[in-house]
């Protein structure tokens, strides 16, 4: 996995410990295709409305993690989302040897309904309290989290590998940008994971454009998936320019490569779950 050091990190202290630690670089003016990039709670939350949006909207691309690290300010992360940060009087000690090592010096934790906290990875303190919870929009999506685990503290200092090892779960959580490819007509086409995902909502729901899939998603509740207008819209035309779907939903090539992808259980049960 590869790191990266967002706002006021990239000079902090803090930033330059992750740096010798797990070799965490400074963004540049481009976000990175892929990777982790790592912000303190504090930055996030002073971003303006819009600017927090681009930052998630960056998250959603499979192969993404951006993961904030205290401190923060008590209160909500994010206008968009209910998790609120409290703190911590006393803590559980947990069965996950990285947060074993930092539960002492652990003073916030996270409060709230949305995405998830893993048990099996130490994210919950107890039947509620969490050090981290996560945001997995949808199967192709990267990752949005947000941990109360002090990762930039000098009692790391040793143990890189037991940090990466930390990582690794939203690592393989993200899954990999890298271009998927298949056969249409004895041509290379080149698709993304986003594209499954999409031809699973064609399938599933019958929709037949980019912006009737748009108003289907707006007009959920809770929202199986949580594309970003601009993914539907590109998805939909690279499926089309590869004559995957057209004016009446999928093609035979596009049902034909969506049932030989791992996506296929998924989009029939999607289906079902619709009926």
Known sequence: MVFYLALSLTSHRRGRFLRSLIDAEPTAETLPHQGCVLMLGKDYQQLEV?????????????????????????????????????????????????????????????AGRQ???????????????????????????????????????????????????????????????????????NEPTQLVAIDYSIMACIYAWQVTSASELNAYLSKQAFPVFQFSPDEVETGFSRLSSVGYVNEDGLTIEGMQTLKDSAYWLYADQLKDATR
């Open 50 to 110: 819009q600017d927090k949006k681009k930052w998630r909207d960056w998250a959603l691309q499979s192969g993404r993690t951006l993961m904030l690290l205290p401190p923060y300010s008590s209160g909500l992360v994010d206008e968009d989302i209910d998790w609120q940060i409290g703190f911590s009087e006393a803590v559980s000690s947990v069965d996950a040897p990285l947060v074993r090592l930092l539960e002492s010096e652990v003073t916030q934790q996270i």
């Open 115 to 185: 995405g998830v906290s893993e048990r099996s990875q130490g994210h919950l303190w107890g039947a509620s309290a969490a050090n981290t919870r996560y945001l997995k929009h949808h199967a192709a999506s990267g990752v949005f989290a947000v941990t109360c685990l002090p990762l930039w503290s000098i009692s790391l200092i040793d143990e890189a590998e037991l940090v990466r090892e930390w990582f690794a779960f939203f690592d393989r959580l993200a899954g990999t940008p890298d271009v998927i490819e298949t056969e249409a007509d």
